[in-house]
C-alpha cells in the first residue's frame, strides 16, 4: 500500500474511532444520584462508652456508617438511652429499631437455644466458636432460631474466656457454693443453681451497687480488663480461675429481619463485614489488656486468686450436663443446636488440645 493511501485510510480510521469513542461517551448513563440515607437505631445492653463491650459496639456502629460514606446512618443507644438494657432484643424484633448489641444468653427465656450463640457451660473457646459459626453449620442453625423471632444475628464481638468469678469468702468445696446469691446469667446461671446458688441476672451496670449492699454475694462479669474498671475487688476478695460458664462469649448484633431484607446486596455486605471486623478486633484487644490489669489487680489492690479445685470443677461439669439435658427437651430445634455445638467441641477441642494448648504449656514451661 502507498504510504499516501495509507495515511489517508488512517486518518479516516481515526475520525471514525473518535466519532465512536464520542458516541460511546454521550451514552453513559448520567451519574446515579446519591442513593437516599438510611437511618438505622442500634441499641445495646451495655453502659456508654464501657470499655471493651460498649465501646466495640459504639465501633461497629460508627465502622457501618464510616464504610457506607454515611449513607447507613447508624445511632448508637446505649442500655437506658432508648430501652432497658434487657429491652434490646424486643426492641428490635417489634421493628421499634432497626438492631441490637448484646449478648444472646440474657433472653434463654425465649428459647434457651440463644445461650449457645452466647456462651455455655464447658463451650467452646474463641477460637473454637469462630470454626463452629463459619465454618460448620452454627451459623445456619443461629439463623433458622432468630427468624422465629424475626431476626438476623450476627457475631460482632468476642471477650475471651472469662474469669470465675469474684466471691466474698473461699470456696474450697462444692458445699461453699450453697446459699450464694451470685450475679450469673445464661445456662451458666442455671448450672450454679443445680448446686444451690441463686443465680440472679444484672445488666453490667447495676452489678457493682449490688455488690457492695450485699444484695448479692458473688459476681462474675468479664475478666481482668473489666472487672478492674468495675471496681470489684472494693466489695469481694477472692477472685477465682478459670470460669468455665463463659470460655469464649459471642457479642451479637441483631437486624430486624423485615429492615434486613429490605437493603440491597451490597449494604448488607457493609453490615455482615463490618461485624466480622469487630468481631476479631475486640477478641484481639481483651487478649492485649487483660494481663496487665491482672498484675494491677494483684500487686496493687492486694487481690487474691483462687483456682477451682478438682471437686468443684467435676460438680460444675456434672451440673452442666444436667442442664443441657434440659435444654435437648425443650425443642427439636434446640436438641439440633446443643448436638452440633457438642460435635464441634469434640472434634475442635481434640485438635487445639494436641495443637496449640499443648505447644503453650510447654513454651510456657521454658521460658
Not at 451497687?209 to 462474675?220: C, K, M, Q
Not at 463485614?273 to 494481663?291: F, V
Request: hydrophobic share 40%; net charge negative.
Amino acid at each position: 500500500m502507498k504510504r499516501r493511501e495509507f495515511l489517508k485510510k488512517a486518518g479516516v480510521g481515526s475520525a471514525s474511532a473518535v466519532a465512536v469513542a464520542g458516541a460511546t461517551t454521550s451514552s453513559f448513563p448520567a451519574p446515579a444520584v446519591a442513593q437516599e440515607r438510611i437511618d438505622i437505631a442500634l441499641v445495646a445492653t451495655w453502659p456508654r462508652d464501657f470499655p471493651g463491650l460498649g465501646t466495640g459496639a459504639q465501633r461497629f456502629a460508627q465502622r457501618v456508617t464510616d464504610v457506607s460514606d454515611g449513607r447507613l446512618q447508624v445511632t448508637y443507644y446505649a442500655a437506658g438511652e432508648r430501652v432497658a438494657a434487657f429491652d434490646a432484643f424486643d426492641e428490635v424484633a417489634s421493628g421499634n429499631a432497626q438492631a441490637y448489641h448484646g449478648a444472646e444468653y440474657y433472653w434463654k427465656g425465649k428459647h434457651p437455644g440463644l445461650a449457645y450463640y452466647s456462651a455455655v457451660p464447658f463451650g467452646l473457646t474463641a477460637t473454637e466458636v469462630e470454626g463452629w459459626i463459619r465454618w460448620r453449620d452454627g451459623q445456619d442453625l443461629w439463623d433458622e432460631l432468630q427468624s422465629e423471632f424475626g431476626l438476623k444475628p450476627f457475631a460482632c464481638g468476642n471477650s475471651g474466656l472469662q474469669w470465675g468469678g469474684w466471691f466474698n469468702k473461699e470456696i474450697n468445696s462444692p458445699a461453699d457454693l450453697q446459699g450464694l446469691k451470685m450475679r450469673m446469667p445464661g445456662l451458666g446461671g442455671d448450672m450454679m443453681a443445680k448446686l444451690g446458688v441463686s443465680p440472679v441476672s444484672l445488666p453490667g451496670g447495676q452489678i457493682y451497687e449490688n455488690l457492695v449492699s450485699g444484695a448479692i454475694d458473688a459476681t462474675e462479669w468479664v475478666g481482668p480488663w473489666n472487672d478492674e474498671i468495675m471496681k470489684f475487688y472494693e466489695a469481694a476478695r477472692y477472685y477465682y480461675y478459670p470460669g468455665v460458664h463463659e470460655p469464649g462469649t459471642i457479642l451479637s448484633t441483631a437486624f430486624n429481619a423485615s429492615f434486613w431484607g429490605s437493603l440491597t446486596k451490597s449494604d448488607q455486605a457493609v453490615i455482615s463485614a463490618c461485624a466480622q471486623a469487630e468481631n476479631s478486633n475486640m477478641l484481639a484487644e481483651y487478649t492485649a489488656k487483660n494481663g496487665a490489669a491482672l498484675s494491677r489487680l494483684v500487686n496493687e489492690q492486694g487481690v487474691e486468686l483462687r483456682q477451682f479445685g478438682d471437686d468443684i470443677f467435676d460438680a460444675f461439669a456434672e451440673a452442666a450436663e444436667e442442664v443441657f439435658e434440659e435444654v435437648r427437651d425443650h425443642s427439636p430445634l434446640a436438641a439440633r443446636i446443643h448436638d452440633s455445638f457438642a460435635s464441634a467441641r469434640k472434634e475442635l477441642g481434640d485438635y487445639l488440645n494436641l495443637a496449640e494448648i499443648n505447644y503453650i504449656n510447654r513454651r510456657n514451661e521454658r521460658i
